[in-house]
């Protein structure tokens, strides 16, 4: 049941991305514009036919949450029609699984706001059809650079210095910057990573042995250089330390609005 429903919700999410921001590492979200890669087109579609705005998100909490959620027409289109909602739902008393369907008016023809609530681990799906033609080439690019470190232990008595080279024409033209790594079994409180100097609190990464996860952390792009040092330290306490399996540094720069 649950795969069906899954998959289901997410068929039309395919098609050139559209940039996302949550502030909120376990609600996710992620959209497309459905109708733009000819290796998936809907079923039936024609040239001329309208493309479409799919915007899914997922509250991977384990409570309900409270989301606010702004919606842009993708630069150079407008929205040209009702949204379609879609929201996955649970019978606790049978385990029927299944989705709500229905339909919403828009705030503008480039803009509309949304409020959510979502229950825990449930899914949102809104699409909205497009008028206008998508602009050409990335609109937004993203660089990553690795430090040659890798699998490397951080203890309180040897911290783990390593650089991230970065492309120096990016350090002029980039509007945002991330610390972006791979950590094992980090508790809260446990980790801090100077970069070029500046101290930035790792997010606590619990794990099992041999399982890792991805963090990203917003850097300051005045931090930076052509070699940027970075070296990560275990804090004060009782920590018995972390593994730090890979370091890097994604640089944004593009042409999409603020």
Known sequence: GWTQVAYGMMANLRGRLIETATDDPDVWVVAS????DPRAMPPGFQDGDPLTLVVFVFND??????IGLTLHAPQGMRFAGQGRTEQNTM????????????EVGLDSDTRHAVSLHLPERT???IEIP??????????????QSFSGDIIQPVRRDRPLATVVPVDPDLLGTARRAWLRLVLEDVHEGEGTAMVGGHPVALP???????Q????EIPVELAWLSERTPVTFIVNEGNYAGYLVAMTSLVLEKGLAPE
């Open 33 to 36: 514009i459905d109708g733009t």
């Open 61 to 66: 909490h384990r409570t309900p949450r409270e």
């Open 91 to 102: 019978d606790w008393e049978t385990f029927e699984i299944g989705v709500d369907r229905g």
């Open 123 to 125: 899914a949102w799906k």
């Open 130 to 143: 497009l008028a206008g033609t998508p602009v050409e080439g990335p609109e937004v690019v993203r660089t």
């Open 204 to 210: 606590k990464a619990l794990t099992a042995d041999n």
């Open 212 to 215: 890792t996860r991805i963090v």
